[in-house]
Nanobody, 122 residues
Protein backbone atom coordinates (compact mmCIF):
# COMPACT_ATOMS: atom_id res chain seq x y z
CA UNK A 1 0.00 0.00 0.00
CA UNK A 2 1.46 3.31 -1.12
CA UNK A 3 1.41 6.06 1.47
CA UNK A 4 2.78 9.59 1.53
CA UNK A 5 3.07 11.60 4.72
CA UNK A 6 3.96 15.27 5.05
CA UNK A 7 5.84 16.58 8.07
CA UNK A 8 7.10 19.97 9.14
CA UNK A 9 6.19 23.06 11.10
CA UNK A 10 2.67 24.38 10.87
CA UNK A 11 3.65 27.98 11.59
CA UNK A 12 6.35 29.96 9.82
CA UNK A 13 7.21 33.62 10.30
CA UNK A 14 7.23 36.00 7.34
CA UNK A 15 10.54 36.16 5.44
CA UNK A 16 11.61 32.78 6.81
CA UNK A 17 11.92 29.48 4.94
CA UNK A 18 9.13 26.92 4.86
CA UNK A 19 10.47 23.38 4.94
CA UNK A 20 8.34 20.24 4.56
CA UNK A 21 9.31 16.61 4.12
CA UNK A 22 7.34 13.87 2.44
CA UNK A 23 8.02 10.32 3.57
CA UNK A 24 6.97 7.64 1.10
CA UNK A 25 6.21 4.04 1.96
CA UNK A 26 5.10 1.15 -0.20
CA UNK A 27 6.87 2.64 -3.22
CA UNK A 28 10.27 3.95 -4.27
CA UNK A 29 10.91 7.54 -5.28
CA UNK A 30 13.63 6.26 -7.63
CA UNK A 31 11.35 3.92 -9.58
CA UNK A 32 10.95 4.72 -13.27
CA UNK A 33 8.18 7.21 -13.93
CA UNK A 34 8.01 8.52 -10.38
CA UNK A 35 7.70 12.28 -9.87
CA UNK A 36 7.53 13.30 -6.20
CA UNK A 37 5.50 16.49 -6.19
CA UNK A 38 4.35 19.32 -3.98
CA UNK A 39 0.95 20.93 -4.41
CA UNK A 40 -0.76 23.53 -2.25
CA UNK A 41 -4.24 24.90 -1.76
CA UNK A 42 -4.94 28.23 -0.05
CA UNK A 43 -8.22 28.36 1.80
CA UNK A 44 -11.08 28.90 -0.62
CA UNK A 45 -8.84 28.67 -3.69
CA UNK A 46 -7.79 26.05 -6.18
CA UNK A 47 -4.87 23.67 -6.22
CA UNK A 48 -1.47 25.01 -7.23
CA UNK A 49 1.40 22.80 -8.38
CA UNK A 50 4.67 23.91 -6.77
CA UNK A 51 7.18 21.51 -8.25
CA UNK A 52 8.37 17.95 -8.69
CA UNK A 53 11.49 15.84 -8.38
CA UNK A 54 11.89 13.17 -11.02
CA UNK A 55 12.97 9.58 -10.24
CA UNK A 56 16.42 10.45 -11.62
CA UNK A 57 16.70 13.53 -9.40
CA UNK A 58 15.90 16.21 -11.97
CA UNK A 59 13.63 18.94 -10.66
CA UNK A 60 10.80 20.96 -12.18
CA UNK A 61 9.28 24.09 -10.68
CA UNK A 62 6.28 26.30 -11.22
CA UNK A 63 7.47 29.42 -13.04
CA UNK A 64 5.70 31.64 -10.55
CA UNK A 65 7.50 30.05 -7.57
CA UNK A 66 10.77 28.96 -9.16
CA UNK A 67 12.89 31.73 -7.66
CA UNK A 68 11.90 30.73 -4.11
CA UNK A 69 11.55 26.95 -4.41
CA UNK A 70 13.91 24.05 -3.95
CA UNK A 71 12.97 20.38 -3.91
CA UNK A 72 15.51 17.79 -2.85
CA UNK A 73 15.40 14.14 -1.96
CA UNK A 74 17.00 11.60 0.34
CA UNK A 75 16.86 8.28 -1.46
CA UNK A 76 18.18 6.38 1.57
CA UNK A 77 15.10 7.49 3.53
CA UNK A 78 12.71 7.49 0.56
CA UNK A 79 11.87 11.13 1.25
CA UNK A 80 11.65 14.34 -0.69
CA UNK A 81 11.70 17.83 0.78
CA UNK A 82 10.28 21.20 -0.14
CA UNK A 83 11.92 24.47 0.79
CA UNK A 84 10.16 27.73 0.04
CA UNK A 85 12.12 30.84 0.94
CA UNK A 86 11.05 34.37 1.86
CA UNK A 87 7.51 33.35 2.71
CA UNK A 88 4.66 35.83 3.09
CA UNK A 89 1.10 35.39 4.39
CA UNK A 90 0.11 34.61 0.79
CA UNK A 91 1.99 31.33 1.16
CA UNK A 92 -0.47 30.19 3.82
CA UNK A 93 -2.10 27.02 2.52
CA UNK A 94 -2.60 23.32 2.94
CA UNK A 95 0.48 21.68 1.44
CA UNK A 96 0.26 18.23 -0.10
CA UNK A 97 2.89 15.86 -1.32
CA UNK A 98 1.76 13.60 -4.12
CA UNK A 99 2.94 11.20 -6.78
CA UNK A 100 2.78 12.02 -10.43
CA UNK A 101 3.50 8.90 -12.45
CA UNK A 102 4.46 8.73 -16.13
CA UNK A 103 4.08 5.28 -17.72
CA UNK A 104 5.45 6.36 -21.08
CA UNK A 105 2.15 7.48 -22.52
CA UNK A 106 -0.09 8.75 -19.74
CA UNK A 107 0.27 10.92 -16.66
CA UNK A 108 -1.32 9.87 -13.40
CA UNK A 109 -1.72 11.87 -10.21
CA UNK A 110 -2.59 8.90 -8.12
CA UNK A 111 -1.32 9.11 -4.57
CA UNK A 112 -1.57 11.99 -2.12
CA UNK A 113 -0.58 12.71 1.42
CA UNK A 114 -3.27 13.87 3.81
CA UNK A 115 -2.02 17.45 3.61
CA UNK A 116 -0.58 19.74 6.24
CA UNK A 117 -1.69 23.26 7.08
CA UNK A 118 1.10 25.83 6.99
CA UNK A 119 0.34 29.32 8.25
CA UNK A 120 2.67 32.26 7.67
CA UNK A 121 2.27 34.73 10.48
CA UNK A 122 4.34 36.68 12.95
Amino acid sequence: QVQLQESGPGLVKPSQTLSLTCTVSGDSITSNGYFGSWIRQPHGKGLEWIGSVQYSGFTFYSPSLRSRTSISRDTSKNQFTLQLTSVTPEDTAVYYCARFFWNGSTWYLDYWGQGTQVTVSS
